[in-house]
């Protein structure tokens, strides 16, 4: 299994160009979401799924668009990016709390910078 | 929504001290505390985490406790050693909900 796989791992945007963050994972989990971590902070939540066509906001969605059309892919659209989206995106998932574990598996990250 | 304090920031030990980081939460709904560990420039990977019908859990070096009523708990990590040295995170939330992540620990070993 290759885990939660994300692309690209580093991308400079100019101020006012989109972009899709892409986030992939093997491990048929239910759950899905987008992270971002700004410099020497915690995660704060951006968007998550709970299955396939279900997406929901976290604490920090402004700025951003998600889709979930199957259980593998969750993207995160940026639209008309500003400089306070400087920060590195991490995508995790999880499988069905029930599944034996609640464990979230971090993808490698996407490290955006906004100029 | 959940808000979830970290302390210390900073943690400096000398390598066979124990080191303690301590997280308390607001949202009495939340269920769930998971610690991650992530090294530098590394994603975030989970060590132990507990649920809210336990009190305290072990794995090795590695312990955390919860106090439901003071809405705190506490990552105790025993035996430092060197590859220890990472930050330190710790979470809160429900599975039907959001997960809310501390500011991070920062955890020197000092051999």
């Known amino acids: 299994n290759a885990g939660v796989t994300q692309t690209p791992k580093f991308r400079i945007l100019k101020i006012g160009q989109s972009m899709t963050l892409q986030c992939t994972q093997d491990?048929?989990?239910?759950?899905m979401y987008w992270y971002r971590q700004d410099p020497g902070m915690g995660l704060k939540l951006i968007y998550y799924?709970?299955?396939?066509?279900?997406?929901d906001k976290g604490e920090v969605p402004n700025g951003y668009n998600v889709s979930r059309s199957t259980t593998e892919d969750f993207p995160l659209r940026l639209e008309l990016a500003a400089p306070s989206q400087t920060s590195v995106y991490f995508c995790?998932?999880?499988?069905?709390?029930?599944?034996?574990?609640?464990?979230?598996?971090f993808g490698p990250g996407t490290r955006l910078t906004v100029t | 929504g959940e808000n979830v304090e970290q302390h210390p920031s900073t943690l400096s030990v000398q390598e066979g001290d124990s080191a303690v980081i301590k997280c308390t939460y607001s949202?009495?709904?939340?269920?769930?505390f998971p610690w991650y560990k992530q090294e530098l420039g590394k994603r975030p990977q989970l060590i132990i985490d507990?649920?809210?019908?336990?009190g305290e859990k072990k794995d090795q070096r590695i312990a955390v406790t919860l106090n439901k009523t003071a809405k705190h708990f506490s990552l105790h990590i025993t035996e430092t050693q060197p590859e220890d040295s990472a930050v330190y995170f710790c979470?809160?939330?429900?599975?039907?909900?959001?997960?809310?992540f501390g500011t991070g620990t920062s955890l020197t070993v000092i051999p």
């Open positions: 995790a998932s999880s499988p069905l709390p029930g599944q034996g574990t609640y464990e979230q598996y």
């Open positions: 491990m048929n989990h239910n759950y």
């Open positions: 799924s709970v299955g396939a066509g279900i997406t």
């Open positions: 949202d009495s709904a939340s269920n769930y």
């Open positions: 507990i649920r809210s019908n336990v």
């Open positions: 979470a809160a939330g429900s599975f039907r909900n959001q997960f809310y």
